[in-house]
């Protein structure tokens, strides 16, 4: 079975603060992609990073940086020196590698609150 | 960029109308999906569609859903007697080849009174 978790349901920090989001994923495919994406207020799913289940380099843009640990089977989110625009729902989600569908499966989602 | 235009933004009905949903996805794009979010949840599978047909669907897409790709540039989600619990974002997305990153639409919010 596939499956996303997303443990924290919401975070709230102050601006300029460091956040790390977490997401751990279950599946029994070698193949597979994980993504993060943005839900601001406006409704919108903004695609942030895909990375292939090949690649445990850890990627950084911007105030944005993402950890991927195979041996946790964990995709973590930091924000660095968060800011108020920060403020927004965001969603791990993974891609069955080997599917004809590639449907996404999401995690619950982890609202982070940044209060200036 | 290319983008996935969904319309309306927001579509109001009553409790037992049909409606349909439109999407235009990104013209190279192979495989097409329908995804639903109730308010305060998550983003949850629906449909996807490739080749002119359903490659797979949700427990969620019953006999009340269908989707078509009428012209070779929409792609369309009917719901043929909408219920309370249809009220919902609904989001249409494309992608061009496996493993590619998904391109979503910006949705469309039903309300379903």
């Known amino acids: 079975a596939q499956k996303v978790t997303q443990a924290q349901t919401e975070i709230s920090v102050v601006e300029k603060e460091d956040v790390t989001l977490d997401c751990v994923y279950e599946?029994?495919?070698?193949?597979?992609?994980l993504f993060w994406y943005k839900q601001p207020p406006s409704g919108e799913l903004v695609f942030l990073i895909r990375r292939n289940s090949f690649d445990e380099q850890n990627e950084i843009s911007g105030r944005y940086s993402w950890n991927f640990q195979k041996s946790t089977s964990s995709f973590n989110f930091t924000i660095t020196a968060s800011q108020v625009v920060d403020s927004a729902v965001y969603f791990c989600?993974?891609?069955?590698?080997?599917?004809?569908?590639?449907?996404?499966?999401f995690g619950q989602g982890t609202t982070l609150q940044v209060k200036p | 960029e290319p983008e996935v235009t969904q319309t309306p933004s927001h579509q109001v009905t009553q409790m037992g109308q049909e409606v349909i949903l439109r999407c235009v996805p990104i013209?190279?794009?192979?495989?097409f999906y329908w995804y639903r979010q109730i308010l305060g949840q998550k983003v949850e599978f629906l449909v996807s569609f490739y080749n002119n047909e359903i490659s797979e669907k949700s427990e969620i897409f019953d006999d009340q859903f269908s989707v078509e790709r009428p012209d070779g540039s929409n792609f369309t989600l009917k719901i043929r007697s909408t219920k309370l619990e249809d009220s919902a974002m609904y989001f249409c997305a494309s992608r061009e080849d496996r493993g590619d990153g998904y391109t979503f639409g910006s949705g469309t919010r039903l309300t379903v009174v």
């Open positions: 599946t029994r495919d070698t193949t597979y992609y």
């Open positions: 013209s190279n794009h192979l495989y």
């Open positions: 989600a993974l891609l069955h590698g080997s599917s004809n569908t590639g449907k996404l499966i």
